[in-house]
């Protein structure tokens, strides 16, 4: 008895769990990580938005994924959203601008390829042919109040800017075309870096 009261004057309590963040609120956070609601039913600009990017925390590298997240009950559920996204190429015209100043200056993309073995430069057009999936640092994400512990996520790369500096970005993306199949699916933007391998 004296050993386990021992034991339950020593025990360390677990971190209690971050905040979840209310829609509201992770749509009104403007530093990455963050999420922002999207739409990729209808041809135009989707996303013109300013984000301030810290330098890279624990367990990340300063590689900046742009991204989509998407979610479901469970796994199963998940898959299905994130299947449909690439049924066929989703394509995207993708721009990040450093702000520096009164001067704006576009930041190098690169995107990979289908068989995720080669990094491949986006183009002055902007053209991102395709997705893959990917992932990001899950902590920070999870840290900032973005991550419900009732849904499994999911997440497809756009883009990404390796190597990238800390400062105030605006990031814009467009969709070239109408994709009606993606009416109503469970998907949002989402900005954060990679995660550091172990």
Same mark, same amino acid.
């Given at each position: 008895?004296?050993?386990?009261?021992?034991? &339950?004057? *020593?025990? *360390?309590?677990?971190?209690?769990? #971050? @905040?979840?963040? *209310?829609?509201?609120?992770?749509?009104?956070? %403007?530093?990455?990580?963050? %999420?922002?609601?999207?739409?990729?039913? @209808?041809?135009?600009?989707?996303?013109?938005?300013?984000?301030?990017?810290?330098?890279? &925390?624990?367990?990340?590298?300063?590689?900046?994924?742009? &991204?989509?997240?998407?979610?479901?009950?469970?796994?199963?559920?998940?898959?299905?959203?994130?299947?449909?996204?690439?049924?066929?190429?989703?394509? %995207?015209?993708?721009?990040?601008?450093?702000?520096? &100043?009164? =001067?704006?200056?576009?930041?190098?993309?690169?995107? *990979?390829?289908?068989?995720?073995? %080669?990094?491949?430069?986006?183009?002055?057009?902007?053209?991102?042919?395709?997705?893959?999936?990917?992932?990001?640092?899950?902590?920070?994400?999870?840290?900032?109040?973005?991550?419900?512990?009732?849904?499994?996520?999911?997440?497809?790369?756009?883009?990404?800017? =390796?190597?990238?500096?800390?400062?105030?970005?605006?990031?814009?993306?467009?969709?070239?075309?109408?994709? #009606?199949?993606?009416?109503?699916?469970?998907?949002?933007?989402?900005?954060?870096?990679?995660?550091? =391998? @172990?």
């Amino acid at each position: 008895m004296l050993l386990l009261a021992l034991l &339950g004057c *020593t025990a *360390t309590p677990s971190e209690p769990a #971050p @905040k979840l963040l *209310t829609a509201e609120e992770a749509a009104a956070r %403007t530093v990455v990580p963050l %999420t922002r609601p999207i739409a990729l039913d @209808k041809a135009g600009k989707v996303v013109d938005m300013e984000f301030d990017l810290p330098l890279a &925390g624990p367990g990340t590298v300063p590689d900046l994924m742009l &991204g989509l997240r998407v979610w479901g009950i469970d796994a199963k559920a998940m898959l299905a959203q994130q299947s449909r996204i690439d049924v066929r190429p989703f394509a %995207t015209l993708v721009h990040l601008q450093r702000l520096d &100043g009164d =001067s704006t200056v576009e930041t190098p993309l690169n995107y *990979t390829s289908r068989d995720r073995r %080669t990094e491949l430069s986006v183009g002055p057009d902007g053209v991102v042919p395709f997705t893959t999936v990917s992932s990001v640092a899950q902590g920070a994400v999870r840290s900032a109040g973005l991550v419900d512990e009732r849904r499994v996520y999911g997440v497809v790369r756009i883009a990404e800017a =390796s190597r990238v500096e800390s400062g105030r970005y605006r990031l814009l993306i467009e969709l070239p075309s109408d994709r #009606p199949d993606l009416q109503g699916l469970n998907v949002e933007l989402l900005l954060g870096y990679g995660p550091r =391998s @172990k």
